[in-house]
């Protein structure tokens, strides 16, 4: 059999007979303990040696029990003294007693707590009697003490069990001494061993690690590399990783590329003429003068808008828009229309881009998407946050009717798994018609909410100049995420109490 | 969304249709947008809907739309009305804020618990809605026994809207005994309490007298001497507020439901003196209600007029003539086939019933009929145009930035853009008017959600920093990295504010140091082919003789340095963090 070279040396170090400890073991190769220690737990899993473990107890003073062991434990000294100022006979003042036996600082306590309890005499108001029957040479904490230091090996270490339970105890209270565990493992060879030994054992030239001088010298054609335990865990790595909700919106910007759509931008601070008015929301709409709207504080307005275009959408707001088109019956206030909040969806961006102020006019056919921040100041909780990716998107085109609507949505909901759009009629104030859109969940079979939709109304594409119809949706990302991975708290993902471990923990998804 | 409690025995009965479960009328109703919600304590429905059908916000009202869904109704129906006895006059001393007023007389109702419990919801939804919480639009309605009309010289009994002192009268308001001036109501009482926002700035209190006295106070509260019970068979129903046409749609909601419980509608002429308030219409609309003298409720019918085409091209599917006017009929509408002025085209004319406050344009008709259609039974199809798609190039930046980060062995962040001013300066020793990255004023909320979240972050550091606070229990290294959004106040932007990208990068580790942070600057600086220099800087974030400004092509566009101490402390961190933040359009 071949084996390395510490193995075969433990092997031949060891008997069948009796025992050998590690350390009589490293002795007798000549090798580090812990080598040794690592030959043995090889040779054990080949079952050529058993081990047994012994746990020793052994005591050690402390640096105050060495102290006392070389000259007196205090309330010795303080009986000695006592004894010399007569206190066997009436009792004494304590101080002298104290100053003639020269103990200072806590050494006074300790002597005076000790003093009666060992029975050496009493304290009482401030005197002191000696008991003359008392014998200090009799005293078993110093004797112990004692035979501590006087063990001869210079640790002053010994087996727990030469002393009584009951002093080690007290001198471990006093702070003099302090118990300790030491495993020592023991080796025996097994009969596989014996059979191994007997048929004689070869040593393996091996290698721990690749070194360069190995590579060039040129020996890496004549040793043999050391096993290792490659089933073994390695270390925990994290390494980098796009963030989660990221990977999902690139996700869902593939999929929109792919289906002919072009990426938007623009401000997350607006004014509420591009958040709002222009989307043909009235200005007492609820969800305007709602708190869910994150006005800001400064700056207030916006500097410019363009006027004409304001004008426009002023008189669609009051009157609505073609022949038989009716306004709203709600205010209009222009400095209203100026002030700046935090976008609440990015349809912001689809009216800006719409009004040929972004990128120039645009013509038909076109398709445009963001997925991009919103803000509500609605609740924070394991499935709201106050601000949230929201994908939007719009197609443009001659005569786009509610089923070419219908068939970009299967289209888009089909490449996340998500299949059965119902279309649920539903009112927004800028488009009509409207849907709610509900998909089956792709795990628990529900059918859930996945996205608001609908055909844009004329009161809003008149005064931005669109002239064709523009169909357009939103979605949350997040919800799409908590669809996609099954989350229960979007906190954990999203935002300054997320969880790194959930972060790096959370499967793969292509 | 609105939500309206809906007694399903109710409903049986106002429909005519006993033998349906309540799940099939549950599933009628979803299919008219009304959703089940679950069961009120008495077991009623609870529904919830867009807020544009409001006038299905009563079981009367979703009983209509339910008898036009199972064509036991056709085409619009307008109820009679019996001509007016009683007069509402408007007093010159109107409070300017809220200068209209309509109403209508009911005769012969029958109310028992239940249909006074719908009449009051409904009043409550309206108020709610249309009447956006009372400020627009509010109803009172009183038992008509109980008022005495003044002696009017035209002989119509009539009462009065005015304007008074805020001390100016007392009356007992509902749910009190004690008699009260307006003023007082708005402190002692709890509905006053709760509107007292509404009244408080007028000069003059908006009441309503008949000949004995004061009996409402719009609108906060009615008095309790014209209380309605169900012992009520006569009433007056009143509404004030901003705008004539609001409250006059909300009275024809009403009086529709009244009609349906088999009530007869009496018309009530209102008569405004001349006085500057008739001219303040917020639309411009005064020209309906300036002859001074109104017969309301209003139940005139309006029309649209829509192609044919124009129906076939939204709905995406072709359709004779009678099933376009069948359509209509069943949504509640008539419609009739004229020509139209574009060579004879094909166009409907659409009659609109006056409960209707949903329908501003022809789109609006073309909805109706696509919901009396059934807009699941259309097919969806792939719109047959191409288009090239791409991303935009801010976007591709962030993008190809965040790939390399990761391969630096970053973990990529998205955190929050609000944030609060102790975080994204206290916290990092930092004073918005330092002068030094990261500082700067901020843009800030004026109702923000909590005080965690008062402005947009000015950089993105902090945030890196709250979540290595957060996570002290998890394995390090953490190399954190975050593409971020910030903003200052700059006056210079048209919006007031510049927004950017940052690129902040945090390492915080038991050995992280400068040179790890500068070692990853450098190599995205390498890869984007861009000139890297850090000459050294101070800044109170971290520490003296650590920290260097990024200056990339010859500009300072960041910062990079050894977190101060202080800073870590403040964090809860118990080991050394080095990191960098700079401009993400530094890169382009």
């Not at chain 2, 200068?99 to 009449?119: F, H, K, Q």
């Not at chain 2, 789109?363 to 259609?373: N, V, W």
């Not at chain 2, 700067?440 to 909320?445: D, L, M, V």
Request: glycine share 8%.
């Amino acid at each position: 059999m071949q084996l390395p070279a510490a193995q075969v040396a433990v092997l031949q170090a060891a008997n069948a007979d009796d025992a050998t400890s590690v350390d009589a073991i490293a002795e007798a190769t000549d090798l580090p303990p812990e080598t040794v220690t690592g030959a043995v737990f090889e040779l054990e899993d080949e079952g050529l040696v058993a081990v047994a473990e012994r746990v020793d107890e052994t005591i050690t003073l402390t640096d105050e029990g060495a102290e006392y062991a070389a000259g007196d434990l205090p309330e010795i000294r303080l009986y000695e003294a006592a004894l010399e100022a007569g206190a066997d006979d009436d009792p004494v003042s304590m101080g002298q007693v104290i100053g003639a036996a020269e103990l200072d600082g806590n050494q006074v306590d300790i002597a005076l707590s000790n003093y009666a309890r060992k029975g050496y005499g009493q304290i009482d108001s401030g005197e002191i009697t000696a008991d003359p029957d008392a014998d200090p040479n009799a005293d078993a904490e110093a004797n112990a003490l004692s035979a501590l230091e006087d063990d001869g090996d210079g640790d002053s270490e010994l087996a727990a069990d030469e002393f009584s339970t009951e002093i080690r105890d007290q001198l471990e209270r006093r702070g003099l001494l302090e118990l300790a565990e030491t495993t020592t493992r023991e080796v025996t060879l097994t009969d596989d061993g014996v059979t191994e030994l007997m048929a004689g054992l070869e040593t393996a030239e091996t290698v721990g690690q690749v070194t360069p001088e190995l590579l060039t010298g040129g020996e890496w054609e004549d040793v043999e590399f050391a096993e290792y335990n490659v089933e073994a865990d390695a270390e925990q790595f994290e390494g980098g990783r796009v963030h989660i909700l990221r990977q999902t919106a690139d996700r869902v910007k593939d999929v929109l590329v792919g289906m002919g759509f072009q990426e938007m931008e623009g401000p997350h601070v607006d004014a509420d003429f591009w958040i709002n008015d222009s989307l043909f929301m009235p200005q007492d709409h609820p969800a305007r003068t709602h708190w869910d709207r994150f006005a800001l504080e400064q700056p207030t307005h916006i500097d410019e808008l363009p006027a004409e275009l304001v004008e426009r959408v002023e008189r669609a707001h009051r009157d609505g828009v073609g022949e038989d088109g009716e306004g709203y019956h709600s205010p209009w206030d222009e400095d209203f229309a100026r002030a700046l909040a935090l976008r609440g969806h990015t349809t912001s961006l689809s009216t800006r881009y719409l009004s040929g102020r972004e990128i120039g006019e645009i013509e038909p056919p076109a398709r445009f998407f963001s997925v991009e921040k919103v803000y509500r100041n609605d609740t924070l909780d394991p499935t709201h946050l106050l601000e949230f990716f929201q994908i939007e998107g719009w197609v443009m085109a001659e005569d786009l009717s509610v089923r070419d609507l219908m068939g970009t949505f299967e289209e888009f909901y089909a490449q996340f798994g998500i299949e059965d759009i119902q279309f649920k009629p539903h009112y927004n104030p800028y488009t009509e018609p409207s849907f709610e859109l509900f998909g089956t969940h792709p795990t628990t079979g529900e059918l859930v909410e996945i996205g608001n939709s609908g055909i844009f109304r004329e009161e809003m594409l008149e005064p931005l100049g669109v002239e064709c119809d523009v169909m357009a949706w939103g979605l949350a990302l997040e919800r799409l995420l908590m669809l996609m991975y099954g989350f229960e708290d979007i906190r954990d993902i999203h935002g300054t109490l997320c969880d790194l471990e959930l972060l790096r923990e959370t499967e793969v998804t292509y | 969304m609105p939500t309206v409690d809906i007694d399903p025995d109710e409903l049986r009965e106002l429909t005519g249709h006993d033998e349906k479960s309540d799940d099939e009328l549950q599933a009628d109703l979803f299919g008219l947008g009304l959703e089940f919600e679950g069961r009120t304590e008495d077991g009623a429905f609870e529904l919830e809907f867009a807020p544009d059908r409001l006038d299905r916000l009563s079981v009367e009202g979703v009983a209509r739309s339910m008898r036009y869904q199972y064509g036991d109704a056709r085409g619009v129906h307008v109820p009679a009305t019996n001509s007016a006895e009683w007069t509402i006059r408007v007093d010159e001393s109107v409070p300017d804020e809220r200068p209209y007023v309509t109403g209508a007389v009911i005769r012969d109702i029958d109310l028992d618990e239940e249909s006074l419990d719908s009449l009051i919801q409904l009043q409550e939804k309206l108020h709610a809605t249309m009447g956006r919480k009372r400020a627009k639009g509010a109803i009172g309605i009183h038992d008509l026994t109980m008022l005495r009309g003044s002696p009017a010289t035209e002989g119509n009994p009539t009462i009065e809207y005015v304007g008074i002192d805020p001390d100016g009268d007392r009356f007992v308001p509902l749910d009190s005994d004690a008699e009260l001036t307006p003023a007082e109501v708005l402190e002692e009482h709890d509905t006053g309490r709760t509107y007292a926002n509404l009244v408080s700035e007028y000069e003059r209190y908006p009441a309503i007298y008949d000949d004995i006295g004061l009996f409402s106070f719009p609108p906060v509260i009615n008095g309790r001497r014209t209380e309605v019970t169900t012992d009520s068979r006569d009433l007056f129903v009143e509404m004030t507020g901003t705008d004539q046409w609001t409250i006059d749609k909300m009275l024809n909601i009403v009086c529709y439901a009244l009609a349906a419980r088999g009530a007869t509608l009496e018309d009530v002429v209102v008569e405004y003196e001349d006085g500057e308030s008739a001219n303040a219409d917020s639309n411009g609309g005064r020209t309906q209600s300036s002859g001074r003298e109104l017969v309301r409720p209003d139940l005139s019918t309006r029309t649209k007029t829509v192609p044919h085409s124009r129906i076939e091209t939204i709905l995406g599917i072709d359709l004779d003539p009678d099933e376009v006017i069948d359509l209509a009929e069943r949504s509640g509408l008539d419609a009739a086939k004229e020509e139209g002025d574009n060579d004879g085209e094909l166009v409907y004319e659409f009659t609109v019933p006056p409960y209707r406050v949903d329908v501003l344009h022809p789109l609006d008709i073309i909805d109706d009929l696509g919901r009396a259609y059934g807009f699941n039974e259309l097919e969806p199809k792939y719109p047959d145009v191409g288009t090239v798609g791409g991303r935009h190039e801010r976007s591709r930046l962030e993008d190809a930035t965040r790939t390399q980060l990761v391969g630096l062995g970053f973990e990529d962040l998205l955190n929050f853009h609000m944030i609060s001013e102790a975080e994204n300066y206290d916290r990092l020793d930092l004073d918005p008017d330092a002068g030094v990255y990261g500082a700067g004023e901020p843009a800030t909320i004026k109702e923000p959600y909590s005080e965690d979240f008062t402005m947009l972050r000015t950089w993105v550091t902090p945030s890196l920093l709250m979540v290595l606070e957060r996570n002290t229990h998890r394995a390090y290294p953490q190399h954190l990295a975050e593409i971020g959004f910030t903003a200052t106040v700059d006056e210079t932007e048209n919006i007031g504010v510049d927004e950017r990208r940052h690129v902040g990068a945090v390492l915080a580790n038991h050995d992280a140091g400068y040179e790890d942070a500068k070692a990853r600057l450098q190599a995205l600086a390498r890869r984007f082919d861009v000139e890297l220099e850090t000459p050294p800087t101070e800044h109170p974030t971290f520490i003296s003789g650590r920290t260097a400004a990024v200056v990339i092509d010859d500009e300072v566009v960041g910062v990079i340095g050894e977190v101060h101490p202080k800073i870590l402390v403040e964090h809860d961190l118990e080991v050394p963090v080095a990191a960098f933040e700079f401009d993400l359009a530094a890169l382009q």
